[in-house]
Structures are given as structure tokens and as C-alpha cells.
């Protein structure tokens, strides 16, 4: 597998004993043609030596954040927005601790908090430490924050210290696949893509207003995706409290009326259209100017609501300048007969379905199932990460556009 020359790939190593396989992860990405930078932790120095990384990459390996020299060469920022992705292998159970509170007193946590990119994260740990709450809490917290980081491993097996388990490293050649196979396949390089994404808010006065629990993980998955495919992506999303991927254009909005707006200007003449938004169908008729006092005890005023535009249909219906369009299905039963449905009323291209009664899939979760129905096709893929799902759906999508 070969990348461009210019994909530039930062390796962060922590202190584990698994940090001697990434010397063969390294030279797996030098030998692809990516153009690799290693940073170690302390902890990691005491493992391997920097000069086994230096002779494999030739450059000096970055470990201090305090250091005048190799601050002058290239700052902790430059360095962060040099890389185009960061891999941390192995990642300890300290250093996934310290990144999930935002940590910045060493190098590998500031870099990371200025970093926008794909990261790849390749856990490592004794199993009971991998096991342990406190862990897991820990990753479920970096993953609700960043769902376009994917993760590798661990791998179940006989560990350094004899006990057996989940917590191995994956192999080198796993975690270099999982990394170069996202960066190589450019199909949608010259493709201009609008992705609608998160919630809406549908205000009913100055401070209060209606909405639902859409997280806009699956948005942003899609439009990282995209942007690594090799496609101009301009997401417009509603509040949602998720980090921009890198080289994403970011229009955000409020209302499904200013997400209408906004999307219908982008779409016009795009090549593709996801709609992953969970857009309010109705919003209140009428929104208070004045902020609602509290008067009696009970409250009997009825909110009428109007309909709001359906986004995806209207961009479906554009006579000129119309994209490839997409649209979501969340659906509880029957998915794939309402999916297509759906697909013929809003006359859309191709419909992804989720069963949302699965538990732990869809709404607000890490992970999804998703089934995509065109006239021509159907296919399944997971249950699986969102990132995994969404490069997926791009590759997908790709091959009909
Ligand atoms: N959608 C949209 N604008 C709306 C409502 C929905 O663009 N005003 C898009 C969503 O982004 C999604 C698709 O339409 O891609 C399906 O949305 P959904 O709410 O499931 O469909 P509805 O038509 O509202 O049908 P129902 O709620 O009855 O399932």
C-alpha cells in the first residue's frame, strides 16, 4: 500500500512496552511513502531510544514541550497543524486518561487539544487496567467528544506481564492498514459535498425553545470521511457540541428554516448532499419576544406549530444544479419498506436506514447499523464506530455518483 508523499503522519509512542512494535509501524509508514515525525512521551524513552525512531524516519524524535531548540525548529502548534494524521501508539491507560481531561503539560496532550485532524488511537495496558471503569469511562468520554477518532485494538492474548486478556497492541500491519486505507482511497477528490448535520432549535421565546436529542456524531463522522476521500465538504450543522474535522468547511445554524436556507445555498450546483440532520419538522407559529412568566399553577396555553421545509426533499426537487442526494432513515420497525418509502416520496437517490430500536446503536451512541437502499441496491454494514460506518457509506456512495 503506498500513500502520497506529502501525507504527513505524526506517531505519538507512550510509555508501554509495547512501544518497541512501533518501530515496525513507523517503518511501515515510511515504506508506504508518508512522510513520518515521531513524538515520545518520557515514559516511551524509557522503553525504546529516540535514535531507533530517528534512524528509521530521519528526523529528530520531538519529546519535550519545553524545549527551546526544537520549539524553534517547529513549535507544538506547527506541529499540530503540520500533521494530517496522528496515530498514538501504543496509548497507555494514563495517556488516554490525561487526553480525555484535556490535559496540556507535555507535548503528545498539547498537541492533541491543538489538533483537528484524523487521529488513529491503538490502546495498550495490562487487561484489568484496560477492564477497569475508570478506563473505559475515559474513552467513552474522548469518543463522545471526538467520534471521528477511530480506534484499533486492543487485540485478546497472552501479555508481558502473564496475565491474559484484552490489551495487546494490534500488529503493525493492522494499525498501518487502518491508517493508510483511509488516506488512500481519494474517490471523491474534485467533488464538491454538503453534509446537514446535529439538531435543531425551533425557539418558542428569548430563552426557550424546542428540540431533540441528535448529537450530529454521524454528521461529522460523514464529513471527515468525506474530506479524507478527497472531496471540498461544507457541513452545515445545527448546536452541537462536537470538534470541526480538519479542512472542513463549517456553516452553522439554528432553526430548520436557517439550515434550509444555508444548505439550499451550498447544494446548488454540489455534487453530493447527505442529509444526516435531525431536523424539527414544526416549529412554533408564533415565538415570544418577551421571555414567558410563570403565572399560575397550572399552565393551559396551547403552541401551535407550522411546518417547517423538509430540506432534503426540497434539494431533491431542484431543476437545476441538483446534487446526488442522500437521506437518513431512523426508523423502529419495518426500517427497510419505510426507508424506501421515504427514498420515493422525497425523491431522493439513496436512503441510510438505521433501526433505531436497537439498543446502544444510532441516536447519541458511538456506534451504528446502518442499511443503504437505492432503486438498484441494498446493503448492510455493522454494527461497527461511526467513523468506520461513515467511510463506509462515502465509498458506497461514491461508486454511484
Ligand atoms: N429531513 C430534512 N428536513 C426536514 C425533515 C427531515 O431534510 N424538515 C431529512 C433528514 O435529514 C433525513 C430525512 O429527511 O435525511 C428523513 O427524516 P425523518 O425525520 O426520518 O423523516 P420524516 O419525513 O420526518 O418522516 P417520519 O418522521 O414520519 O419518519
Sequence with gaps: ??????????VAVTGGIAAYKSAELVRLFVKAGADVQVLMTEGAQAFVTPLTFQALTGK??????LDPAAELGMGHIELARWADHIVIAPATADSLARLSQGMANDLLTTVI???QGPVTIAPAMNQAMWSNVITQDNIKRLSAFHPHWSWVGPDAGEQACGD???????????????????ATDKTLTGKRVVISA????ERLDPVRYISNF???KMGYALAQAAQQAGADVVLVSGPVALQVPKGVRLVSVESAQDM???VMKAAVGSDLFIATAAVADYRPETTAAQKMKKSDKTLSRTIDLVENPDIVASVARLTTGRPFVVGFAAETHDAVAYGQDKRVKKQLDMVVINDVSVPGLGFGSDDNQVTLVSAEIQESYGPA?????????????????
Design 385 to 401: 464506530a461511526k467513523i468506520r460506518i461513515a467511510q463506509w457509506l462515502i465509498e458506497k456512495i461514491a461508486d454511484h455518483l
Design 198 to 201: 446535529g439538531p435543531t432549535r
Design 1 to 10: 500500500m503506498t500513500v502520497e508523499a506529502n501525507l504527513k503522519i505524526l
Design 113 to 115: 487539544l491543538a489538533y
Design 260 to 262: 434550509h436556507d444555508a
Design 164 to 182: 491474559v486478556g484484552p490489551g495487546r497492541m494490534s500488529s503493525p500491519e493492522a494499525i498501518a492498514h487502518q491508517v493508510l486505507g483511509a
Design 214 to 216: 441528535s448529537s450530529g
Design 60 to 65: 529528530a524524535v520531538r519529546s519535550s514541550l
